[in-house]
Antibody, heavy 120, light 106 residues
Framework: QVQLQESGPGLVKPSGTLSLTCAVS?????????WSWVRQPPGKGLEWIGE???????NYNPSLKSRVTISVDKSKNQFSLKLSSVTAADTAVYYC?????????????WGQGTMVTVSS | AIQLTQSPSSLSASVGDRVTITCRAS??????LAWYQQKPGKAPKLLIY???SLESGVPSRFSGSGSGTDFTLTISSLQPEDFATYYC????????FGGGTKVEIK
């Protein structure tokens, strides 16, 4: 059973860069799944940030595209998120998730989430 | 971007009640819709994919229906563990979630 685990700093200064990593265990990052980041501000709904395939192909939410970079490290079976020029509005729980391509496209596996606060 | 509008935003119900949550897309998305359940402090859990297919391991009291722009999630007999927030999500374009429906104890 594939499991995902996020890691990274819980506090980032305004105008800085948020960096998180998602470790994939129990399966290969080179499977047919896409690997995504989703965030949830406190008390609010879910927002998809972007995704990456093991080949390195990426897709990003247009509203965040200018600030987001998602990368993959197949040797470590993990993928990473960088979000630049952060503000308080980027304070959220950040989840990594697996996008299952078939059968039935959906986010089938989620990490437990990691809270990131943007504050000086 | 395709927007999803969920209604109601919250509801109160009793154990054993039949509960229906609706999700309306701003344009047709065929059956490209999933439903998730989220409990406080936890990650979302996939319930339904392709609008009406039950994810493996999910109780059969959960069902989904609809296509095009109008979708529903139904819980046939609400159980204590079902009190949570439910989100619809489309993937016709990039993935986008509805605003959520919080199901509370009456």
């Amino acid at each position: 059973q594939v499991q995902l685990q996020e890691s990274g700093p819980g506090l980032v200064k305004p105008s800085g860069t948020l960096s998180l990593t998602c470790a994939v265990s129990g399966g290969s990052i080179s499977s047919s799944n896409w690997w995504s980041w989703v965030r949830q501000p406190p008390g609010k709904g879910l927002e998809w940030i972007g995704e990456i395939y093991h080949s390195g192909s990426t897709n990003y939410n247009p509203s965040l595209k200018s600030r987001v970079t998602i990368s993959v490290d197949k040797s470590k079976n993990q993928f990473s998120l960088k979000l630049s020029s952060v503000t308080a509005a980027d304070t959220a729980v950040y989840y990594c998730a697996s996008w299952r391509v078939a059968p039935g496209d959906a986010f089938d596996i989620w990490g437990q989430g990691t809270m990131v606060t943007v504050s000086s | 971007a395709i927007q999803l509008t969920q209604s109601p935003s919250s509801l109160s119900a009793s154990v054993g009640d039949r509960v229906t949550i609706t999700c309306r897309a701003s344009q047709g998305i065929s059956s490209a819709l999933a439903w998730y359940q989220q409990k406080p402090g936890k990650a979302p859990k996939l319930l339904i994919y392709d609008a009406s297919s039950l994810e493996s391991g999910v109780p059969s009291r959960f069902s989904g229906s609809g296509s095009g722009t109008d979708f529903t999630l139904t819980i046939s007999s609400l159980q204590p563990e079902d009190f949570a927030t439910y989100y619809c999500q489309q993937f016709n374009s990039y993935p986008h979630f509805g605003g959520g429906t919080k199901v509370e104890i009456k």
